[in-house]
């Protein structure tokens, strides 16, 4: 009986404790209002705006940041591919600024629906989806790699 339950019990721990399945890499887009005078944006400026250094575009329109809550692949794409930094580091440079009165972070949304949602009725505005998330409203921007000059797209871009 021992050798027995040693045959199904195996296979149950294996189950519990087996990692899960890496999800498929997103391709990730940073939008802007379609009133936003730019198609392109290079990655320090978008770094700037995220971290709250930055608050207007070239043109003097301030900029509005909507960033998302919760850790996703979507959020951990961004911040990996287009800021070249995780949110936690992101997060410790807002939290350090809003200590020393500095300004507070971005606004952080709970689903992509409310970032295009908010990036559509927002003149100024910028956030960022999944590809596969956007919609007529919003204008896709190409973001620009400070150090090559080349465009950056997510591992999941096509």
Do not use: C
């Not at 339950?5 to 404790?17: E, N």
């Not at 207007?56 to 800021?83: C, S």
């Amino acid at each position: 009986m021992g050798r027995g339950l040693l045959y199904i019990v195996l296979p149950l721990v294996a189950l519990v404790t087996a990692p899960v399945a890496a999800q498929a890499p997103v391709d990730v887009v940073v939008i802007t209002h379609p009133s936003t005078e730019v198609e392109s944006i290079d990655q320090q400026m978008l770094f700037d705006f995220f971290t709250r250094d930055r608050l207007y575009w070239k043109d003097g329109q301030a900029a509005t940041i909507f960033d998302m809550r919760e850790r996703n692949p979507v959020k951990e794409a961004f911040y990996k591919h287009f800021l070249g930094k995780s949110p936690s580091r992101v997060k410790s440079a807002w939290l350090k600024k809003k200590l020393m009165g500095e300004g507070d972070p971005p606004e952080a949304l709970d689903s992509a629906q409310e970032v295009i949602e908010r990036v559509t009725h927002t003149v100024g505005a910028i956030g960022y989806v999944a590809r596969d998330q956007v919609v007529p409203g919003v204008k896709v921007l190409t973001v620009i790699g400070s150090s090559t000059g080349e465009p950056i797209r997510t591992a999941g871009a096509r």
